[in-house]
Every structure is written in structure tokens, then in C-alpha cells.
T-cell receptor, first 111, second 115 residues
Framework: DAKTTQPTSMDCAEGRAANLPCNHS???????VYWYRQIHSQGPQYIIH???NNETNEMASLIITEDRKSSTLILPHATLRDTAVYYC????????????FGAGTTVTVRA | EAQVTQNPRYLITVTGKKLTVTCSQN?????MSWYRQDPGLGLRQIYY???????DKGDVPEGYKVSRKEKRNFPLILESPSPNQTSLYFC??????????????FGPGTRLTVL
């Protein structure tokens, strides 16, 4: 799996967009970018994934740069319940089912 | 509701007393896995299973056993627990071929303390 680099922590105001960056400069052509989050010792929760196109679902949007060396997870209207550790993971889903969690970004949403 | 369940959620035990943490999923997933989470070390994979009767070691398998006799169940066995196995444990499952194959589903966690 390609190594990812995320900021250690970030704060966000409730109701504002939260933009979480992730660098994955050694990503290979078959590897997808996944985002998971973990709310205070609960089981990690899948958020979104993408290969090269931008993706959006009911939880978030994922913006991947054209060279695929970095991406940004966007929580459009952060709420207090979005306070969590967010993990950016890169893997090839067809031959690697293990998720390699790094330290992630601790996001604190403040009222 | 699609889910992964684990039992017990909390367990305090003593060194050497065999224990089993159960994991069950209702999504007919082929792939199941166990992780442990420790402060400063993140989540690390213990064992995984690609299907019934197929299991393999993850990154930190020492001191653990697993079995996969049925598709839905993947118990984690600690034959002789030691204090260094005190941790938060997560079971996860994954569909290998269906529409949700990119998403791994996690259980709520089991907090184990070995005295």
C-alpha cells in the first residue's frame, strides 16, 4: 500500500465545510483512495472512496488531484457528531483487503 | 439491518484463562478480519479469512487463534491471554464481489483487559 500523510489534527466550526487533506505521492495506478472515520473508540466507519474522478455521497465529497498524488475529503456542513479521527487509506481493492490505518487526522468540530 | 456484532463488548480476565470473542455478520460476506487497536500503534490486523475454512495471519497473529467454520462467524480465541493482549479489538467484514466490495464493515469493538 502507498503511504499516506495527513495532518495530525484540525478544528472546524459547526456548519462550515471541513477540508481534510491527504498526500499519497507514491500511489500506483490500481490503488484507490479510501476514507474512514472513527468516532471515539467505535468501530471505523467507511465514508467514501475514489480512483481518479471526484466522488460525492450523502456523507462527503472526495476530490482527487489530476496526478492522483493527493486528495481532499470535504465534509460540507460539519456537525458536532463529525468530531472523529479521519483516516485516508490507499489500497488496491482487488488484491489487498487489509486496511492499513495510519494515525489519521483528529477533527474537532466546535460549536 | 446490515451489521457486524461482537461479544462481549467488555471483558476483564486474568492471565492464562482462555477466552473467545465472537464475531458475526449478517451480510453474507466472504472476507472477515480481526484488528486490534492500541494507543500510538493504530489498528493492526491480527488474522483474516477469505472464506469458510480459509484463514491466514495478519500483522500481529502471535497469541491468537481463529476459526471460520461458518460464513457468518469468525471467533477470536486467546488460548492463554497475557497482559500485552489488553487492547480494543475490532472485527470487520467485506464483500469480495458484490456492489459493496469496496466498503469494509466494522463491529462495535471489544475492550479486553488482561490482569
Amino acid at each position: 500500500d502507498a503511504k499516506t500523510t495527513q495532518p495530525t489534527s484540525m478544528d472546524c466550526a459547526e456548519g462550515r465545510a471541513a477540508n481534510l487533506p491527504c498526500n499519497h505521492s507514491t500511489i500506483s495506478g490500481n490503488e484507490y483512495v479510501y476514507w474512514y472515520r472513527q468516532i471515539h473508540s467505535q468501530g471505523p466507519q467507511y465514508i467514501i472512496h475514489g480512483l481518479k474522478n471526484n466522488e460525492t455521497n450523502e456523507m462527503a465529497s472526495l476530490i482527487i488531484t489530476e496526478d492522483r498524488k493527493s486528495s481532499t475529503l470535504i465534509l460540507p456542513h460539519a456537525t458536532l457528531r463529525d468530531t472523529a479521527v479521519y483516516y485516508c487509506i490507499v489500497r488496491d481493492p482487488t488484491n489487498d483487503y487489509k486496511l492499513s490505518f495510519g494515525a489519521g487526522t483528529t477533527v474537532t468540530v466546535r460549536a | 439491518e446490515a451489521q457486524v456484532t461482537q461479544n462481549p463488548r467488555y471483558l476483564i480476565t486474568v492471565t492464562g484463562k482462555k477466552l473467545t470473542v465472537t464475531c458475526s455478520q449478517n451480510m453474507n460476506h466472504e472476507y472477515m478480519s480481526w484488528y486490534r487497536q492500541d494507543p500510538g500503534l493504530g489498528l493492526r490486523q491480527i488474522y483474516y479469512s477469505m472464506n469458510v475454512e480459509v484463514t491466514d495471519k495478519g500483522d500481529v497473529p502471535e497469541g491468537y487463534k481463529v476459526s471460520r467454520k461458518e460464513k457468518r462467524n469468525f471467533p477470536l480465541i486467546l488460548e492463554s491471554p497475557s497482559p500485552n493482549q489488553t487492547s480494543l479489538y475490532f472485527c470487520a467484514s467485506n464483500d469480495l464481489a458484490g456492489s459493496s466490495y469496496n466498503e469494509q464493515f466494522f463491529g462495535p469493538g471489544t475492550r479486553l483487559t488482561v490482569l
